[in-house]
């Protein structure tokens, strides 16, 4: 008995012992393993300038252009199958830029037999942008088209329903700085009755 | 028998504070010593794919200003405005640190200025969103921090846009911070 309370006794010490150890190490090593911080700054500074790049009426369909000429919106409400054009993306400058149209939300475009949205002008051609065939997109981002120095585009609008609804197809036009990925978004909003 | 052992724990005290002192004190030469060293940030920014024209780097790389564009009514993507890269494995976050003018009506001509913080796939890794209620502007919470690896680099990819009939030439300036650990 008296043994077994003896060897109890040694454990306890032990205990004490790591304990004391352990205390001793953490103090240590605290001031050791200490972590490094720092900050670096990054100051930004933004000034509004006038937009290169402005938005115009069209002479086909109803188009208002919202102020600054940064955004518009487009209605097409006739039983015409095509609009050219409905809108003009005129480069005020003479730097060049690339620019597409990407749609980005949409409402009740299921009763969209045909709509299609292109770029022209006389000297790129023309280019298909958006494409909305039997109510699904086959083509949702278009391909990136030039816009040269004090250039104007021309946007035109090929469309078919199935009926009288209204549906609306909310798109960017982004204007990309050449070899740069420095690019502007403009809301233009499409509306087909 | 138990006085005994009492006054050996109470040595054995003694003696583990008297370690500890001594420790103290041979961690605040090595400390001195090592201040003496100037050595590189190990986080440091770096030009990105679009901060040609926008980008003036400060000394050392640990400083950056970006001269950021803004259209009324538009919203103006720098996909790389600048970039932050790393000799050795750390962690980083975004935090806010001022942003000027505030309460005042030229903070109206704003709504809004997001820095992301964007890795090698593409994938948004921290944000911080800049946006106005008025004439304040909303500051932002820091992000949390993530890892960047030796040789890694992430972007800092912005978005500004001024508020439709924004006044040509009104400015913000903010500030945000690269915190290191």
New interface residues.
Partial sequence: MKKETLKF?KIR?SI??VS?VF??FC??SQ??VG?????????????????PVLLENGTAGTSII???S??ARVNTNASIPTYDYVLRIVNHVSDVWKIRLKAYAQNNIERLTNCTINFHNSTNGTSQQISILNGSYTLQTGIWYDLKSLDTVYVSMIRQASDSQVSEVFIYLEIL?PN????????LTFEIT | MTHR?HLD?LV??LI?VF??SA??AV?YTM?AQSTATVSA?P???IAG??S?GILDPGTDN?????????????????????NITATATKQIRL?H?SVTPNNNASVS??IS?V?RLINAGDTEVGRLMYNTTGNIWNTPSPTGYIMINSGEELA?K?E?K?A??????????????????
């Fill in positions: 006794r010490r004490w012992l004391l205390i001793l103090s240590v001031g050791v972590t490094e911080k720092y900050s670096i700054l990054s100051l930004g500074h933004g000034i509004v300038g006038s937009p919202y102020m600054n940064t955004s700085t740069r990925t420095t690019y502007a978004q403009y809301v | 052992r724990l054995l005290l583990s370690v500890v420790s103290a961690y400390n940030a986080v440091y920014f794919g679009d040609s640990t400083y950056a200003r970006l001269s950021l564009n803004a259209y009324p009514n538009v919203t103006l993507t720098y996909d790389q405005a600048v935090s640190v001509n704003f200025v820095f800092v912005v500004i001024a439709a009939g924004a006044s040509i030439g009104a400015s913000t300036t903010i500030v945000i911070a690269v915190d290191v650990k």
